[in-house]
Nanobody
């Protein structure tokens, strides 16, 4: 059974930083595009950042310049460094692994990020 386990969420003040991690098991991590999504209360899940197998990245406009996605294929882990956090970044953040051209698509259980003073 494929598992994606997120960690690193929590409560942070506006302007602060957090680093999310997602470690995958039982997949060939290096061949999967890895992404971070988020879902705020009452809103649809939205893409935050994604990194292809060749390390090409794409970000939501709302996080460009503040968030950075990275991956360590040796550790089967993808990261999301979040800086200059705003209250509107408050959401449950989900890790996603997608094998391009296939139906193989996996999600983590989510980690809560709350930005509040």
């Amino acid at each position: 059974q494929v598992q994606l386990v997120e960690s690193g969420g929590g409560l942070v003040q506006p302007g602060g930083s957090l680093r999310l991690s997602c470690t995958a098991s039982r997949i060939i991590f290096s061949i999967y595009a890895m992404g971070w999504y988020r879902q705020a209360p009452g809103k649809q899940r939205e893409l935050v950042a994604i990194m292809s197998t060749s390390s090409v990245t794409n970000y939501a406009d709302s996080v460009k310049g503040r968030f950075t996605i990275s991956r360590d294929n040796a550790k089967n882990t993808v990261y999301l460094q979040m800086n200059s956090l705003k209250p509107e970044d408050t959401a449950v953040y989900y890790c996603n692994a997608h094998l391009t051209g296939s139906t193989k698509d996996y999600w983590g259980q989510g980690t809560q990020v709350t930005v509040s003073s």
